[in-house]
């Protein structure tokens, strides 16, 4: 349906299916064509939106990544349509800064917590980090900080400066968390040798690691889930 969307019926066009039946009901592509506003004489907003997804993968994750001049590669979107797109991604964001305000409250108690806590900073990265968050004996957090930061295929990361944050906040254990930008959702022997000799380095200062996490995509592997990292009675999660 290419047609203009003026000519369509209101329970097609997404402005009014909206505020009929609410954002939910719309598909992305329908929600990018109310942000667009217009498509151009050979597609809808609905259309050009469709195939602005389909050149990255129908994915919002990716499409986020694009910069204005990227974005105005594609006929139909300018400038002012980029920036549109731009800002709607960046509330995005910040949407999930006031969620992980929340989430740093809460006591830790499942890995999903953990993925939802480490998202924002590990997802749209085109090389792999390792992060940590910092708890107090509760599991509830104190901070998070940047560990180190490597290549698209690994990262390097040694025990001293997770200690010293561990330390400068007092921390009674430690979260772990890194990406594979690569896209590959397995554990590598290296991961598990770099795990191990951090949890080696913490039980001298009695400090317990609750897990380590590897973000994939829209996905995620637990240590603790795998049963890589053995969850003690007080860093079991919750059931």
């Known amino acids: 349906m290419n047609q203009s ?6 329970d097609e066009k997404p402005r009014e299916k909206l505020i009929a039946h609410g954002a939910s009901s719309l ?26 997804l389909t050149k990255n993968q129908n994915s919002l994750l990716r499409l986020s990544k694009l910069t204005v001049k990227e974005l105005c590669q594609n006929k139909g979107i300018g400038p002012a349509k980029a920036v549109s797109l731009m800002a709607c991604f960046e509330l ?10 929340v989430l740093k409250r809460k006591k830790i108690s499942s890995s999903y917590q953990i993925y939802s806590l480490f998202r924002k900073y590990l997802l749209h990265l085109p090389h792999e980090e390792v992060w940590a968050a910092f708890l107090t004996p509760s599991n509830r957090v ?14 390097a990361f040694d025990s001293r400066s997770i200690l010293k944050h561990a330390l400068l906040y007092d921390a009674s254990a430690i979260i772990l968390a890194h990406n594979h930008p690569s896209g590959n959702k397995k554990i590598s022997n290296d991961d598990v ?4 000799r951090v949890k080696k380095a913490l039980d001298l200062l009695n400090i317990r690691i609750l897990d380590h996490i590897i973000i994939c995509d829209q996905d995620y592997l637990s240590f603790v889930d ?12 919750e059931k």
Do not use: C, F
């Not at 969307?5 to 209101?10: A, C, L, P």
């Not at 104190?142 to 990262?155: C, D, P, Q, R, S």
């Open 5 to 10: 969307i003026k000519h369509w019926t209101d």
């Open 27 to 52: 598909s992305v592509s329908e929600l990018m064509a109310i942000i667009l506003g217009s498509g151009t004489r050979e597609l809808s907003a609905v259309a050009l939106a469709k195939k602005i």
């Open 92 to 101: 995005a964001n910040r949407k999930l800064d006031e969620q992980d305000m």
């Open 142 to 155: 104190l901070g998070i900080e940047n560990i180190a930061k490597g290549g698209l295929n690994g990262v």
């Open 193 to 196: 040798t770099a795990t191990m």
């Open 226 to 237: 795998e049963g890589i990292l053995e969850p003690t009675k007080s860093t079991a999660y």
